[in-house]
C-alpha cells in the first residue's frame, strides 16, 4: 500500500494522525496487478484521482489505509480498507514435525531452481 500512498500528488493533514490525498491506480504496473477487485480500465481518467484516508499511530506507524473506489463498469463504488497492527510483535514460528512435514512439489523445486 505504501506504492499507492506514494503516486499522491498532495497530502493534506487532518490532523490527529489522519492524512487524505488522491491515488493514481495507473501509476505502475504494481499497483494496477494488486487490487483484483478494481477495475482500474474500466474507471478511466478517474483512476488517476483516487481518493485515500491514511491515518498514522502515535507510534508513527500506518493502521489503516481507505480507498474510495468510485464505481465504473458494471463495478459499483466500493471503499477498500487495509488495516496494519501489531507491528515489532514476530509471531512464533516452529518447525513442523511428524505428519505435518511434506515434501515440496516437483513445481516449486523447478521455481526455486530457475
Request: charge should be neutral; avoid cysteine; glycine fraction near 8%.
Amino acid at each position: 500500500m505504501a506504492a499507492v500512498i506514494r503516486t499522491a500528488e498532495t497530502v493534506e493533514d487532518q490532523g490527529d494522525g489522519k492524512y487524505t490525498g488522491l491515488a493514481d491506480l495507473t501509476a505502475n504496473a504494481d499497483i494496477r496487478e494488486s487490487f483484483t477487485t478494481v477495475d482500474v480500465d474500466a474507471l478511466g481518467d478517474a483512476a488517476k484521482k483516487v481518493p485515500f484516508t491514511a491515518v498514522v499511530g502515535p507510534d508513527g506507524n500506518l493502521t489503516s489505509l481507505t480507498l474510495n473506489v468510485p464505481a465504473a463498469g458494471k463495478k459499483k463504488a466500493m471503499k477498500l480498507v487495509a488495516k496494519y497492527y501489531d507491528f515489532g510483535k514476530a509471531p512464533k514460528i516452529s518447525a513442523p514435525t511428524g505428519a505435518q512435514v511434506q515434501k515440496a512439489p516437483a513445481t516449486a523445486y523447478e521455481m526455486l531452481n530457475g
